[in-house]
Every structure is written in structure tokens, then in C-alpha cells.
């Protein structure tokens, strides 16, 4: 029997992962995310199970090897938080590429369209019997145009929900698909063009504060951000100056570039210490959700299911389809990439 070191375990983890479990593994529970003062908990199991805020780096990396675990399976798209240099040639890293792109977009809309009509206002107006409608006002979606940075999955089911909404749509991908039936623009184009701004990138060297104080100064005024990849897409400061000075009408985030030490974890207790991050929640103009976007039940099932597929493949000795590493990501590794070849990255 395999033993399985799942970190930052939260109640939801546990009912998936239970009930999706096979007999050949036994799931070890951890409240801690995985870091390098807490890989030492995985002692004695055989894999390490991670999730997006966990910080996997060299050193974290160097007491996992040293404890003899040899695959890090990652519950998530992204792997960033991984360093994946260091990880090469001795633990082995895959993910989780696609667990539901609708739950993902849907929740993208949901924040679109709760900022514009103004609901969560109004949900702690009436509250308190307060049913006045002055301050509520919003815009028609129809006929307003959206431009999706980002095309994998998630920014095309975004796509077809703007799409049967009527929006015009506009879309920057610096790998845009073939044979796409929306039209893709130069980013500038795009920020200066568009009404709401949705990001659906992976964070990257190159999407690091894709949104910056160049780009807000390129929007057209009144534009609508939404965030539902990563945090630090967005440069946060940039992003208050740009909503006090009212270039942004509004912002619907489910990430925050600092949000490893808030984000999954009750605060309200001991407060935040984090001024961005408190100025944010504060503005009337702006919904944060605490990177929730992924959470429903085909997700969490899909998630919970293609996690132990990977380590199926790993201890079977089969090829992993959704093993990653440096050379996966790097262009110019690609080519010689031996994921092509159906072949293990090493």
C-alpha cells in the first residue's frame, strides 16, 4: 500500500478524496501547506500532494527527495508555487490541467454580473430593510465588448458565456488557437477596446503584472477588471490608483498576488495585516472572493479522480500525460520535450 502525504487537507478535500479513493493507497491528511519548514511531515509516505498556494521550492524539494518520495502530485492547474528546476531529474511533478473550465468561467460571470448590478449592495441594503435603489445603478452586458486574455479552456468557456450574452469579443493569446471563431488583437488593442477585462492565463516570467500601470493607462475609462487565474497577474497598487482615479469602474477578484497567507484559511478572528489587501476588500467597487472559482462538485470530484490517476501511471511504470517540468514550459526546450514521444519528462 502506497501512503500518500496530502497537504493543505481542508474538509472538502477529505470528502472527494475519500470517496474516490482505491484500496492500493493510504491518504495521510495534513492541515499545513506543504512548505519547506513542513515537508518533513511527509516522512514516510511515498507521495506528496500539494495544492496552489503551498510553496514548493528548492529546499522543500531537497527534504522531500531526502525523505525518498519521488512524485509530487499537484491538485491543481497551475504549479508556479513549484520550482520545477530543482524539482528535474529527481521528483517528478504532474497536475491537474483541466478539472472543470466552467466552473472556473461561470464564476468569472458571476462576479461580472454581481459588480455591474451592484447585488452584493443591495443583498446588505435589504438586509436591514433598506430597499432604496440609489447607488445601483449598472450597465447593459449586451452589446458591450470583452476582451479575454487568455484562450486555454477556461478563457474559451468564458467565451461562450460573454457570447450568449450578446458581447462583443475580443481576445490576446501570445499562442492564439487556429480556426478561433472570435477575433484575436494586440494586447493594446484589447485594453484600449474593451469594456470588461478578464484574465485566463497561467502566470508566467512574461504575465507577471500583465495588468501593470502602463496597461490601466491604456484602458479605456470605466473598464471592469476580473481576476480568476492567478494573483499576481495584477499589480495591486496599480489596480487602486486605477480604481481611485476611476480608469477601473470596478474589479471582481478570486485571487490577490499576496493571498498564500490569508486565502483558505478563517482570518476574521485576527485580521488581516496586509494594507493592499485591506483597501481592496474595503472599496465599495470591488468583490474579493478567496479563490473559490474552482469549487464545485464536478471540480472537486475531477480533481480528486485525475490526482490519483497520476499516481496510478507513476507507480505502474505507465507514461504520464500530465507530468510537467522545466522543459515542458520553456519554448525552447519544446522541441526536444520528451512528453512528445510519450515518454516520461526523465
Known amino acids: 500500500m502506497k501512503k500518500i502525504a496530502l497537504f493543505?487537507?481542508?474538509?472538502?478535500?477529505?470528502?472527494?478524496f475519500d470517496r474516490a479513493a482505491r484500496e492500493s493507497y493510504k491518504l495521510k491528511y495534513i492541515e499545513s501547506k506543504l512548505t519547506a519548514e513542513t515537508a518533513v511531515l511527509a516522512k514516510g509516505?511515498?507521495?506528496?500532494?500539494?495544492?496552489?498556494?503551498?510553496?514548493?521550492?528548492?529546499?522543500?524539494?531537497?527534504?522531500?527527495?531526502?525523505?525518498?518520495?519521488?512524485?509530487?502530485?499537484?491538485r491543481c492547474a497551475g504549479y508556479s508555487n513549484?520550482?520545477?528546476?530543482s524539482a528535474y531529474g529527481r521528483l517528478t511533478v504532474v497536475r491537474v490541467p483541466a478539472y472543470s473550465p466552467y466552473a472556473v468561467a461561470e464564476h468569472a460571470m458571476a462576479l461580472l454580473l454581481c459588480l455591474n448590478r451592484k447585488v452584493?449592495?443591495?443583498y446588505n441594503r435589504t438586509r436591514d430593510f433598506n430597499?432604496?435603489?440609489?447607488?445601483?445603478?449598472?450597465?447593459?452586458?449586451?452589446?458591450?465588448t470583452a476582451g479575454v486574455i487568455g484562450t486555454g479552456k477556461i478563457g474559451r468557456a468564458f467565451i461562450d458565456i460573454c457570447r450568449g450574452m450578446g458581447m462583443n469579443l475580443l481576445a490576446y493569446d501570445p499562442y492564439p488557437i487556429e480556426n478561433a471563431?472570435?477575433?484575436?488583437?494586440?494586447?493594446?488593442?484589447?485594453?484600449?477596446?474593451?469594456?470588461?477585462?478578464?484574465?485566463?492565463?497561467?502566470?508566467?516570467?512574461?504575465?507577471?503584472?500583465?495588468?501593470?500601470r502602463e496597461a490601466f493607462s491604456k484602458m479605456k475609462k470605466g473598464a471592469i477588471i476580473i481576476n480568476t487565474s492567478r494573483g499576481q497577474?495584477?499589480?495591486?497598487?496599480?489596480?487602486?490608483?486605477?480604481?481611485?482615479?476611476?480608469?477601473?469602474?470596478?474589479?471582481?477578484?478570486d485571487v490577490y498576488e499576496e493571498e498564500a497567507d490569508f486565502f483558505f484559511?478563517?482570518?476574521?478572528?485576527?485580521?488581516?495585516?496586509?494594507?493592499?489587501?485591506?483597501?481592496?476588500?474595503?472599496?465599495?467597487?470591488?468583490i474579493l472572493t478567496s479563490h473559490q472559482a474552482f469549487l464545485t462538485e464536478e471540480a472537486l470530484t475531477n480533481i480528486a479522480q485525475t490526482t490519483l490517476e497520476n499516481l496510478d501511471c507513476f507507480f505502474s511504470g505507465d507514461w504520464l500525460p500530465n507530468e510537467v517540468c522545466y522543459r515542458c514550459s520553456d519554448a525552447k526546450d519544446k522541441e526536444n520535450c520528451r512528453k512528445k514521444q510519450l515518454e516520461r519528462c526523465f
Not at 507521495?47 to 528548492?58: L, P, R, S, T
Not at 513549484?82 to 528546476?85: R, S
Not at 497577474?233 to 477578484?253: F, H, M, P, Y
Open 181 to 212: 471563431d472570435f477575433m484575436y488583437v494586440p494586447l493594446t488593442d484589447l485594453l484600449t477596446r474593451s469594456d470588461v477585462i478578464s484574465l485566463h492565463c497561467p502566470l508566467t516570467e512574461q504575465s507577471y503584472h500583465i495588468l501593470n
Open 120 to 122: 452584493h449592495k443591495a
Open 82 to 85: 513549484v520550482d520545477i528546476h
Open 45 to 74: 509516505c511515498d507521495a506528496a500532494c500539494a495544492f496552489v498556494n503551498d510553496v514548493i521550492d528548492a529546499q522543500a524539494i531537497d527534504t522531500l527527495c531526502a525523505l525518498g518520495i519521488k512524485i509530487l502530485a499537484m
Open 8 to 16: 493543505d487537507a481542508k474538509p472538502y478535500d477529505r470528502f472527494y
Open 233 to 253: 497577474l495584477i499589480d495591486s497598487q496599480a489596480l487602486l490608483d486605477a480604481l481611485e482615479n476611476e480608469t477601473v469602474r470596478g474589479a471582481g477578484l
Open 265 to 286: 484559511e478563517d482570518k476574521s478572528d485576527t485580521g488581516v495585516r496586509d494594507n493592499t489587501l485591506a483597501l481592496l476588500v474595503s472599496r465599495p467597487n470591488v
Open 131 to 144: 430597499f432604496s435603489l440609489s447607488g445601483l445603478t449598472g450597465v447593459d452586458l449586451h452589446g458591450k
